[in-house]
């Protein structure tokens, strides 16, 4: 399907252009959210009779994009999120979080401006984007953690899961290398116990 952008989307073209685009695209996103137009005849017409409304819109929600930019420039938020001991999730962090730990910090954010390709699953540091306007956006840091006392060490750059198997060998190190048998008395307590057990369900 032939479109006429009314702003410039990422990958395709700049306000006014005339643009060929996948039926479902069109029909699914930029139709219904006034980014384009069909390219016919009449629409053509009326984008002409428009164009500089249109442009002057869009060069006044620019500038109002790139004074919100200069708030957003090197935020980070801390998400504290439960997970197991390999850093992985219990759920996930969507975009819907993103925007609300932005918005709890004062910033005028849209679940449609931040772009997160696929949900947060592990513990760490994420750059994400947040498209402000089609020609303005920022980068934030998004900092996910299982306590305050591990975002700030991930904050600081400290790999906190290579830090903790670091920890975790150096304890298993400790622990056994002073026993010769490792386990021995382990092993010799249930053959102790069983023929008690026997004797018990005999009676």
Do not use: W
């Not at 010799?188 to 057990?197: L, N, S």
């Amino acid at each position: 399907m032939d479109v006429i952008l009314l702003e410039r989307v990422e990958k395709l073209g700049a306000i006014g252009d005339v643009v060929r685009v996948k039926d479902g695209f069109a029909r699914n996103f930029l139709l219904p959210n006034k980014k384009a137009l069909r390219a016919n005849e009449a629409n053509k017409k009326v984008f002409e009779a428009n164009r500089e409304r249109l442009v002057a819109e869009n060069a006044s929600r620019r500038v109002d994009a790139e004074k919100e930019s200069k708030s957003l420039e090197g935020v980070s938020v801390t998400l504290i999120r439960q997970a197991s001991n390999t850093g992985q999730l219990y759920g996930s962090v969507a975009v819907r979080d993103i925007v609300e730990a932005l918005v709890a910090d004062n910033h005028k954010v849209s679940k449609s401006q931040v772009v997160l390709d696929k949900p947060i699953k592990a513990i760490g540091v994420y750059e994400i984007r947040v498209a402000l306007h089609p020609e303005v956006s920022v980068t934030v840091k998004v900092n996910v953690a299982r306590s305050p006392e591990e975002a700030d060490m991930q904050a600081q750059g400290v790999d906190v899961m290579a830090a903790m198997f670091e920890k975790d060998d150096a304890g298993f190190v400790e622990a056994y290398d002073p026993n010769a048998e490792p386990g021995a008395t382990a092993e010799v307590q249930p053959e102790a116990e069983e023929p008690a057990a026997e004797g018990d369900a005999e009676a």
